[in-house]
């Protein structure tokens, strides 16, 4: 997305809609960009995102007092939100101690990557481009198959595919079903679901955006130069509804990446 | 007539889905009407819940923008 311009082509009047080519940025560097490994706007963008969280929380409690003023507040919330409500909540008093530093890196770079998505000037959700969600997700699947099988052996996969308690002759039937919901589905969702909120959300601003750029410059009559406005209105609220959907989609991605390492470390119980 | 069939693919997709997720937070309404201690249990199960109701909307949404004709 260009920061300052909108999608318009002027055809006779007619309205084109924006498409998915337009949230393209062209490369920074064209690193052999053929191959897609141009260095583009989004790869600044999470790596600003990396810088910009280790700079917060080493300024944020650098000099710690016991009655917090309002950054060392803030940072201990969402500290203790990824501690409480995602980690102890979900994993249980005996384990989730080692897995906070994973829960609350993983909630705090979904969290600023997605709300680049919102400032005016970046306004790229890098989530929005599907290599960057399959490779966190990839992350979190490796390690929580890898906690499995170090916890359980070789025998995890076993455990994991077979429920405890159904009659044999059931087997052929939901073991396969089984396979594809753990272990096929469960990492396509877990990118996809945040892949398409960053890109529907993304979509809906520039749609509502052109869309109102054309009735009020395009258009003679003036109901439709009106309705442009309220068109406008209704993009302010569709912001809003975006901003509390990045917040929510981040709290999400950590809550699953709880339930799914949490999962792995009990398959033995159920 | 202009248009395009994915739109009304997707039209016809949320329809299951803003379902669902009424019925996710009518059942949060009354869990926490009956017991209203129990809000902050059960705020996170319901929160994810919606998240999962509403993933297949939006990639019904998503679809119906990159699939071109």
């Keep these: 997305m260009t920061a300052f311009a909108l999608p318009m082509a002027s055809n006779d009047g007619a309205f084109i809609p924006p ?3 337009d949230t393209h940025v062209p490369d920074i560097l064209p690193w052999m960009a053929e191959y897609g490994t141009g260095f583009g706007k989004q ?19 650098r000099k710690p007092k016991l009655v917090p003023g309002r950054v060392q507040f803030f940072a201990e919330g969402v500290y203790s939100f990824t501690r409480n409500t995602v980690g102890r909540d979900i994993m249980g008093e005996k384990n989730f101690r080692p897995w906070v530093p994973l829960l609350f890196a993983v909630f705090t770079f979904v969290l600023l990557n997605n709300l680049f998505g919102a400032i005016p000037f970046l306004q790229i959700p890098s989530f929005s481009h599907a290599g960057s969600a399959y490779a966190i997700a990839a992350i979190i699947y490796f390690t929580w198959i890898g ?7 070789i025998r995890y996969f076993k455990l994991a595919v077979v429920p405890t308690g159904v009659p044999g ?5 939901l073991v ?21 909120t960053m890109l529907a959300g993304h979509m809906i601003v520039v749609l509502a955006g052109s869309g109102a750029a054309y009735l009020i410059t395009q258009q003679d009559n003036i109901l439709l130069n009106a309705t442009g406005v309220a068109v406008i209105a209704g993009s302010v609220a569709m912001y809003g509804l975006e901003l509390l959907i990045m917040i929510l989609q981040a709290f999400v991605f950590t809550l699953l990446t709880a339930i799914y390492i949490q999962g792995s470390l009990d398959a033995d119980a159920h | 007539m202009h248009g395009s069939l994915n739109m009304i693919g997707y039209g016809l997709a949320a329809i299951g889905s803003a379902i669902g ?21 059960l705020q996170p199960i319901a929160l ?3 998240a999962l109701a509403e993933a297949l909307a939006i990639l019904g949404l998503v679809f119906a923008f990159v699939v071109g004709v």
């Design chain 1, 169 to 173: 002759w059931i087997l052929p039937l």
């Design chain 1, 176 to 196: 396969p079903l089984e396979i594809i919901s753990n272990f096929i589905v469960r990492p396509l969702t877990h990118s996809l679901r945040l892949m398409a």
């Design chain 1, 43 to 61: 790869m600044l963008l999470v790596i600003l995102s990396v810088v910009l969280i280790t700079w917060f929380f080493t300024v944020a409690i």
């Design chain 2, 21 to 41: 997720v009424g019925m996710i937070f009518a059942a949060y309404i009354n869990g926490v009407a009956r017991q209203p201690e129990a809000q902050r249990i």
């Design chain 1, 19 to 21: 498409t998915i080519s």
């Design chain 2, 48 to 50: 994810l819940g919606f």
């Design chain 1, 147 to 153: 906690v499995g099988v170090q916890k359980h052996g």
